[in-house]
């Protein structure tokens, strides 16, 4: 994604447009870690290699608590 790309996200969502229609997969690719839990993990192991020390994770989602425990056994077994 580009600089420009973000630049006329950020426009857009300041002016009111719904994020749904203006985020698409790239800002999922680009700024989130999403999908199972080894993708998760593959996706963070991306950000330790390009010198990421820490990583904030926010589940969202009826269950959160479960999502946790989903991932966390991930990483156990990983």
């Known amino acids: 994604m ?3 790309d973000f630049a006329a996200a950020v426009d857009r969502l300041r002016a009111g447009e719904a994020a749904a229609n203006v ?3 790239r800002f ?3 700024f989130a870690i999403a999908g ?4 998760a993990l593959a996706q963070a192991r991306r950000y330790r290699d390009a010198g990421a020390s820490e990583l904030v994770l926010t589940f969202v989602g ?6 946790m425990a989903y991932l966390a056994r991930a990483v156990e077994n990983g």
């Open 62 to 67: 009826s269950q959160p608590e479960a999502d």
């Open 28 to 30: 999922i690719e680009t």
């Open 36 to 39: 199972t839990a080894e993708d």
């Open 2 to 4: 580009s600089e420009g």
């Open 23 to 25: 985020l698409d997969e």
